[in-house]
């Protein structure tokens, strides 16, 4: 979207939400209008908000917080520091995602011939409701198999001839390893997937090679944020009803494309709910580039870690989450780890140890790669260990000389 | 609604259904025209179907039967002889239920101030969805709940201000007997509940006597079939959808008002697997009066058994499942019981047992006299025991002379 078309959906929704007491005492204190977000500059003095500004609104506002729309139809949680937080639609709303993800699945491939399955979880949660309205809007037959149950989810894939696969990739993975065929599409959510090395390989090689592998990211607070399309060159940002920015997590600076830094979201259109410059914790890289599906707004490696850990070694930001992401490739490690951080006055040491087993020195040094490479820095040491003692992820013992 | 108009509708739905292969080669072979069914003689020569003839279309037409509309996006299933049976639906058909039900729930004193609870299952079967959907339609703000989790529950009735709880009748017990509070409508499905003795009764006790209780029944083939209304008169059939017949279940032939026999449904609208003259397999009693809410046709009491476990004792049809729904109402007694039908010559004699307590000669005599009422005839003696062997539900000797 052009920058102009934006500021205008963004000043319309700005002149929408400052209706509600939130937002219009909000834009009194920050000395803003929504008439004078005409330009960037602008919008970026309205300062970030987060996931305990939500929750204080719910505790200040009790039940469902002053952001709620009156025509609000739909209330779905999501897990938060005190409990369940609650999530939030109105009809426009849902219609907006259905139609949303309607076109992502179509843009995958999808046709109303197909008979889907959605094993996410329908209760409480988002997952299972807003991935069928999408599918039941773009007309497929759509079957709400919901969660668990590997026999009957297999008997139903079997018998019913379904052919696009909603699912967590672990759970897809355990579909296929047990035998599903048949599977054209699979829409993979609520676990990382592009993002680890070789997991969309592994699954492909289970099918044979032919099948769409789709993944997908989204907060309960900002679904459907971004989705793969067929030629699965990265997430696509769904920014007509979304506006993304990377920030560096630390400083809150706004990054250039292609930077590594902290997702924040803004609604484009939402009724009920809506939020500004929402800080979302996960880290990602965000690139423009047309794809041939026509969407250009893509993070292209997917989401790769978490802001709320970053700690930092030898004054590089690192951030736990994205070992995590490196171990996976690795299926004879456990995915326990510790790090090791110690220091000797001004010279830092930072030692791994995993858990598992590694196949001789060849693998530790592709380890070592892609440690490296994932961190941006190289851990002094790295020790496979058959068992991990419990205890932290982070071991920083510089300030206890 | 009037005859003349009811059968504008027979006539239209038969023609629109009678597109489809299926009903196309059934209309040849009944030898009738949908024109033809200008009246209910003609309607009466459409033969009964039966839950067995929609397992073999889908065993004929396999996965979904030839009853699919080309539209269906969405796919439910039900229990079967042989294993999950499809339910389908179409858009239109979704629309039409969730306004059907909408209309229940604004019948029962529900508004879109309501917070709403849905504690159904949305997997697989239709209850949670349909549901949910009904409330949304309303503007109620809906929870999708889903069953089980007792606690998770009950923290979510009382920190969102729940004041619309929809539930089988006994998680609604329970959660009522642990404390639940704030409940003003309470829409019970699932389970058989105004047809128990002494239920409702119950659970109004607990809520301190202000709640309306909403009985509804409905098969996944043909939701929402019946709902109460918050005078809570009995279940009003949903006539704008369903045309309803009652029938003598051994000989079909149509029983008039105030007779009890089978439940035999027709869709006036449905797009995707429409049905003619339904074999439910369920008892009831139809009435036709005016409710101040302004619906006619009702089932008072609710549906009172089951015709598929019919045996003839004294010349008298008894279906035990109504001995279920009597045994309900003494909590002494685990509801375990069986029926001793033997005969010397041409005396029949009829002997009951039932696991559990009494109370005295009193409840026994109460006993026995609910159990005539329900069944028309009354045992020759009814022994209560402590625990009863397992063994078949009826023992019947007549024929072991």
């Known amino acids: 979207m052009r920058e102009a078309s934006l ?70 949680f999501s897990p938060g520091p005190k409990g369940l937080i609650p999530v939030v639609f109105t009809q426009k709303d849902i219609r907006e995602m259905n139609r949303a993800n309607a076109t992502c699945f179509r843009l995958a ?11 996410f979880n329908y209760h409480l949660f988002i997952a299972g409701l807003s991935i069928h309205g999408g599918f039941e809007t773009l007309g497929c037959k759509t079957i709400p198999v919901g969660p668990g149950e ?23 993975m355990k579909l296929f390893e047990k035998g599903a065929r048949g599977i054209r599409v699979l829409f993979a959510g609520g676990e990382p997937f592009s993002s680890v090395e070789g997991y969309k390989e592994r699954l492909r090689a289970l099918c044979g090679g032919k099948i769409t592998l789709i993944d997908a990211y989204g907060l ?37 494309d292609g930077a590594k830094g902290e997702v924040v979201v803004t609604h484009l259109k939402k009724e009920s709910g809506p939020l500004l410059r929402f800080r979302t914790g996960d880290l990602s890289i965000m690139e423009r580039f047309t794809c041939p599906c026509g969407r250009r707004t893509t993070l292209p490696k997917g989401v790769v870690g978490s802001a709320r850990e970053m700690v930092k070694i030898k ?14 490739a690795f299926p004879g490690l456990t995915g326990r780890y510790r790090m090791l951080i110690s220091s000797t006055g001004t010279t830092e040491r930072f030692d791994m140890l995993m858990e598992g ?45």
Not at 156 to 170: C, K, Q
Not at 231 to 253: A, C, K, N, Q, Y
Not at 315 to 328: E, M, R
């Open 7 to 76: 500021m205008k959906r963004i000043q319309a929704q700005a002149e929408a939400i400052s209706r509600v007491t939130f937002y219009r005492e909000k834009f009194k204190t920050w000395g803003l209008n929504p008439k004078d977000l005409n330009g960037m500059e602008n919008f970026r003095r309205i300062p970030f908000m987060t996931l305990s500004d939500v929750q204080k609104d719910f505790e200040d506002h009790p039940p469902f917080g002053s952001l709620l729309h009156p025509d609000n139809i739909r209330v779905h």
């Open 220 to 256: 309960a607070q900002a679904a459907p944020l971004a989705r793969e399309c067929l030629h699965e060159t990265g997430l696509h940002i769904i920014d007509d009803l979304f506006f993304v920015e990377i920030v560096d997590p630390e400083t809150g600076e706004v990054l250039p």
């Open 315 to 328: 004054g590089v930001k690192v951030y736990p989450s994205q070992v995590s992401l490196v171990l996976k």
């Open 150 to 172: 590997t026999d009957r989810t297999l008997e139903i894939l079997d018998r019913y001839g379904v052919t696009v696969l909603a699912s967590n990739p672990s759970f897809a």
């Open 109 to 119: 491939g999808v046709t109303s011939n197909d008979v889907v399955a959605v094993t």
């Open 357 to 401: 087993e590694i196949q001789g020195e060849q693998d530790l040094a592709r380890l070592q790669t892609s440690m490296k490479k994932a961190l941006l820095i190289a851990p002094n040491q790295i020790e496979v260990v058959k068992q991990l003692e419990n205890g932290p992820t982070i071991v920083d013992q510089r300030h206890n000389l």
